[in-house]
C-alpha cells in the first residue's frame, strides 16, 4: 500500500503543527486556556442571502473598522482570524530563501507560517527577564543568514503580557526601511493606549494586525484585519481567497463594531481588568511561606496572567484533576513551570485560587 504521507511537501512530513487550544483539548468544566472571553452577546443575522458568495472585503465590515482604528478604508484588510493575516504577509512578500524574525517566547503561530509558505525563521534572543527592544531586534536582522522580509512582534505579548516600547518601534522602522514591522494587538484593546497604529501614515513599513477573538467575545467567528499602508493592503489583497468572509461572520462583526458593540466591549475590557488585577493580589498570597507556591506572577496587559510556580506540572496536573484547562508552557524556552490563566468569570477565577490554596503545603 502506497504510504500517503509521503506525497505531501517534505516541510509538511516534517512540521510540527500549532498546538492551539482545541487541538490540545482536555476534559472539564472550566476552559481558561485559551484567552477567550467568558461569554458572547446575542446577535442576530439575515440567512435569506446565503445562496449568494458574500463580498471579498465586505464594505460595512471594512468601513467599520477603519472607523473604529481612525484609518481609511483602503488601509485595512478583513481577514479569518488575524491568523490569517499573518500568513498573508508571508505568502505576500516572501521569496524562498526569504524569511522572518521572531522573538520566542511568542505566539507560535509565525514560525508556522513561515514553515508552511517556505520562509525561513530567525530567533531574535531576548534580554535578561524576557527583555525585547531595538537592540535585540536589530541585532538579529544583521546576523539573520538571509534576506529577512518581515519581523513579528506581538504587544501585549504572548504568554508575557508584556507591551514593546514605542521609541524603540519607531527606531526600528527608520532604521530598517526595507523590513516590514508587524505588530500583532491581538489584546491591545486591554490597554488601547499602547496600540501602534497612529504610527501607520508616518511609517509604511508598519503592519498592525487586530482580531475580534478577545476583547470582543467573538472567537467563534474568526475575524480578524490587517491594517498598514494602502500599497500593502493592496498586494496582500491581490493574495487572499476570493471570499474569505462569510456573510453571517461579515454581519457579526458589522454588530460588534458599532457604537454599541463597542460600549459592550468596553464594559467587557473594564471588567476583565478589575478581575484580573484582584486575580493577581490573590496570587500574591502564595509568594510567602516556608514552601511557596508562586514564584513569579508576570505583569499583564491583557485578560491573562502568566505565573510561574515551584512546581508546575504538580499544579497544571491537580488543575486537570478539578475540570480546570490552563495552559502549561512547560516545555518553552525559559518559561519552564509556568503556566498561563485565562480571565474567566469570578466563580471560575474562584475555582482555580481554591485549587491552589489546597495545594499550599
Same mark, same amino acid.
Given at each position: 500500500?502506497?504510504?500517503?504521507?509521503?506525497?505531501?511537501?517534505?516541510?509538511? /512530513?516534517?512540521?510540527? @503543527?500549532?498546538?492551539?487550544?482545541?487541538?490540545?483539548?482536555?476534559?472539564?468544566?472550566?476552559?481558561?486556556?485559551?484567552?477567550?472571553?467568558?461569554?458572547?452577546?446575542?446577535?442576530?443575522?439575515?440567512?435569506?442571502?446565503?445562496?449568494?458568495?458574500?463580498?471579498?472585503? &465586505?464594505?460595512?465590515?471594512? /468601513?467599520?473598522?477603519? *472607523?473604529?482604528?481612525?484609518?481609511?478604508?483602503?488601509?485595512?484588510?478583513?481577514?479569518?482570524?488575524?491568523?490569517?493575516?499573518?500568513?498573508?504577509?508571508?505568502?505576500?512578500?516572501?521569496?524562498?530563501? +526569504?524569511?522572518?524574525?521572531?522573538?520566542? %517566547?511568542?505566539?507560535?503561530?509565525? +514560525?508556522?507560517?513561515?514553515?508552511?509558505?517556505?520562509?525561513?525563521?530567525? $530567533?531574535?534572543?531576548?534580554?535578561?527577564?524576557?527583555?525585547? *527592544?531595538? =537592540?535585540?531586534?536589530?541585532?538579529?536582522?544583521?546576523?539573520?543568514?538571509?534576506?529577512?522580509?518581515?519581523?513579528?512582534?506581538?504587544? %501585549?505579548?504572548?504568554?508575557?503580557? /508584556?507591551?514593546?516600547?514605542?521609541?524603540?518601534?519607531?527606531?526600528?522602522?527608520?532604521?530598517?526601511? #526595507?523590513?516590514?514591522?508587524?505588530?500583532? =494587538?491581538?489584546?491591545?484593546?486591554?490597554?488601547? #493606549?499602547?496600540?501602534?497604529?497612529?504610527?501607520?501614515?508616518? $511609517?509604511?513599513?508598519?503592519?498592525?494586525? !487586530?482580531?475580534?477573538?478577545?476583547?470582543?467575545?467573538?472567537?467563534?467567528? !474568526?475575524?480578524?484585519?490587517?491594517?498598514?499602508? %494602502?500599497?500593502?493592503?493592496?498586494?496582500?489583497?491581490?493574495?487572499?481567497? %476570493? $471570499? @474569505?468572509? @462569510?456573510? &453571517?461572520?461579515? /454581519?457579526?462583526?458589522?454588530?460588534?463594531?458599532?457604537?454599541?458593540?463597542?460600549?459592550?466591549?468596553?464594559?467587557?475590557?473594564?471588567?476583565?481588568?478589575?478581575? !484580573?488585577?484582584?486575580? =493577581?493580589?490573590?496570587?500574591?498570597?502564595?509568594?510567602?511561606?516556608?514552601?511557596?507556591?508562586?514564584?513569579?506572577? $508576570?505583569?499583564?496587559?491583557?485578560?491573562?496572567?502568566?505565573?510561574?510556580?515551584?512546581?508546575?506540572?504538580?499544579?497544571?496536573?491537580?488543575?486537570?484533576?478539578?475540570?480546570?484547562?490552563?495552559?502549561?508552557?512547560?516545555?518553552?524556552?525559559?518559561?519552564?513551570?509556568?503556566? !498561563?490563566?485565562?480571565?474567566?468569570?469570578? #466563580? #471560575?477565577?474562584?475555582?482555580?485560587?481554591?485549587?491552589?490554596?489546597?495545594?499550599?503545603?
Amino acid at each position: 500500500m502506497t504510504d500517503l504521507t509521503k506525497l505531501a511537501c517534505k516541510h509538511v /512530513q516534517e512540521l510540527e @503543527p500549532y498546538q492551539s487550544a482545541r487541538r490540545i483539548g482536555g476534559h472539564g468544566h472550566t476552559f481558561l486556556n485559551a484567552n477567550e472571553a467568558p461569554k458572547s452577546e446575542f446577535y442576530i443575522f439575515n440567512s435569506t442571502t446565503l445562496n449568494r458568495y458574500p463580498d471579498c472585503q &465586505p464594505f460595512e465590515v471594512v /468601513q467599520a473598522m477603519a *472607523d473604529y482604528v481612525g484609518l481609511r478604508r483602503d488601509q485595512v484588510l478583513v481577514t479569518r482570524g488575524s491568523d490569517e493575516a499573518i500568513g498573508l504577509i508571508i505568502r505576500t512578500f516572501c521569496e524562498v530563501g +526569504e524569511g522572518i524574525v521572531v522573538a520566542p %517566547p511568542t505566539y507560535g503561530m509565525y +514560525e508556522i507560517a513561515a514553515t508552511t509558505n517556505r520562509a525561513q525563521t530567525f $530567533y531574535a534572543t531576548r534580554k535578561p527577564g524576557f527583555v525585547l *527592544d531595538y =537592540e535585540v531586534i536589530a541585532t538579529a536582522l544583521k546576523a539573520a543568514p538571509f534576506k529577512v522580509k518581515a519581523v513579528f512582534i506581538d504587544s %501585549p505579548a504572548n504568554p508575557l503580557g /508584556q507591551l514593546f516600547d514605542h521609541a524603540e518601534l519607531k527606531r526600528l522602522l527608520t532604521d530598517f526601511p #526595507e523590513v516590514l514591522f508587524v505588530m500583532d =494587538e491581538a489584546y491591545i484593546e486591554f490597554k488601547p #493606549e499602547a496600540t501602534t497604529v497612529g504610527l501607520i501614515n508616518d $511609517y509604511p513599513n508598519l503592519i498592525v494586525t !487586530r482580531t475580534l477573538s478577545k476583547a470582543f467575545a467573538l472567537a467563534g467567528i !474568526r475575524c480578524g484585519f490587517a491594517l498598514a499602508h %494602502p500599497d500593502i493592503i493592496a498586494l496582500m489583497t491581490k493574495v487572499i481567497d %476570493p $471570499y @474569505p468572509i @462569510p456573510d &453571517p461572520v461579515a /454581519q457579526i462583526a458589522k454588530q460588534a463594531l458599532a457604537r454599541g458593540g463597542i460600549e459592550l466591549m468596553h464594559e467587557r475590557v473594564a471588567k476583565t481588568v478589575e478581575l !484580573r488585577a484582584k486575580f =493577581e493580589h490573590s496570587l500574591q498570597d502564595l509568594m510567602t511561606g516556608a514552601n511557596p507556591l508562586v514564584k513569579r506572577i $508576570y505583569p499583564s496587559c491583557a485578560n491573562y496572567v502568566l505565573i510561574e510556580f515551584n512546581d508546575g506540572p504538580k499544579v497544571f496536573n491537580a488543575m486537570v484533576q478539578k475540570g480546570i484547562i490552563l495552559r502549561s508552557f512547560e516545555t518553552k524556552p525559559g518559561l519552564k513551570n509556568c503556566i !498561563r490563566v485565562s480571565i474567566g468569570t469570578p #466563580e #471560575e477565577l474562584d475555582e482555580v485560587m481554591r485549587t491552589l490554596t489546597s495545594l499550599v503545603e
